[in-house]
T-cell receptor, first 115, second 112 residues
Framework: SQTIHQWPATLVQPVGSPLSLECTVE??????LYWYRQAAGRGLQLLFY??????ISSEVPQNLSASRPQDRQFILSSKKLLLSDSGFYLC??????????????FGPGTRLLVL | GESVGLHLPTLSVQEGDNSIINCAYS??????FIWYKQESGKGPQFIID?????DKRQGQRVTVLLNKTVKHLSLQIAATQPGDSAVYFC???????????FGPGTRLSVLP
C-alpha cells in the first residue's frame, strides 16, 4: 500500500531563516506530487506540483521554491522566511489517470510558525 | 476565477442523526469531485469521489450526490458518530488539469 511521509511535523523558525520541508511517498512509482498551504480556518492553496523528476510547476508567486530530486521525493524550500509563510503545509500525491480524474492523497502535514 | 464554496461553515448534529454537508461550485466544466475529511492538526483524508457522469455514489455510511444542473454537491453521513467530528472539504477539478479547487470547509460537530 502507498504511504506518504512529511517532516518535520512542527517547525518554529525566525524571520529571514531558510526552510526545507521534505515529503516522500512509498509504494508507488512516478506519482504526481503537490505542495499545498493551508492558512488557519481556510481552504487549501496549491503552491507547486510536479509530474516527474525535475519538473516543477508553480501556481502562485512567492518566496518559496520546490524541487524533486528523486521520483518519490518532493522538497519545499525558502531562502528567507517571511511572517506570512506561517501555515500548515501539506504534501499530496496522485497517480495520473486518463482524463485527469485522479484522487489526491495527503500527508500528515507540517505546521510552520515563523516568528 | 472559478471557485468552490460551502453553504454552511459549521454544522452541529446529534449523535445518531444523519448529516448533510453541502457544497456549491461555479465551474460548469468540472468533471471530478472529491470529499475530504480533516481532523484537527492532520492532513485531509479522502472520503469519497464522484465523476460528472454520475449523480450519486455510496460508500460506507456516506453518500455523495451531484446535481450538475444547479452545480451542487452534497455529502450525506448516516448515523453520525463522534468520530465524524471534523472539517469536511469539497474539491473539484476540470479535465486533465492538476489544479483542484478546494472550498474553505465545513466544521461538523457531533453532539452527545
Amino acid at each position: 500500500s502507498q504511504t506518504i511521509h512529511q517532516w518535520p511535523a512542527t517547525l518554529v523558525q525566525p524571520v529571514g531563516s531558510p526552510l526545507s520541508l521534505e515529503c516522500t511517498v512509498e509504494g508507488t512509482s512516478n506519482p504526481n506530487l503537490y505542495w499545498y498551504r493551508q492558512a488557519a480556518g481556510r481552504g487549501l492553496q496549491l503552491l507547486f506540483y510536479s509530474v516527474g523528476i525535475g519538473q516543477i510547476s508553480s501556481e502562485v508567486p512567492q518566496n518559496l521554491s520546490a524541487s524533486r530530486p528523486q521520483d518519490r521525493q518532493f522538497i519545499l524550500s525558502s531562502k528567507k522566511l517571511l511572517l506570512s509563510d506561517s501555515g500548515f503545509y501539506l504534501c499530496a500525491w496522485s497517480v495520473g489517470l486518463a482524463g485527469g480524474q485522479e484522487t489526491q492523497y495527503f500527508g500528515p502535514g507540517t505546521r510552520l510558525l515563523v516568528l | 476565477g472559478e471557485s468552490v464554496g460551502l453553504h454552511l461553515p459549521t454544522l452541529s448534529v446529534q449523535e445518531g442523526d444523519n448529516s448533510i454537508i453541502n457544497c456549491a461550485y461555479s465551474n460548469s466544466a468540472s468533471d471530478y469531485f472529491i470529499w475530504y475529511k480533516q481532523e484537527s492538526g492532520k492532513g485531509p483524508q479522502f472520503i469519497i469521489d464522484i465523476r460528472s457522469n454520475m449523480d450519486k455514489r455510496q460508500g460506507q455510511r456516506v453518500t455523495v450526490l451531484l446535481n450538475k444542473t444547479v452545480k451542487h454537491l452534497s455529502l450525506q453521513i448516516a448515523a453520525t458518530q463522534p468520530g465524524d467530528s471534523a472539517v469536511y472539504f469539497c474539491a473539484e477539478k476540470e479535465g486533465d488539469g492538476q489544479n483542484f479547487v478546494f472550498g474553505p470547509g465545513t466544521r461538523l460537530s457531533v453532539l452527545p
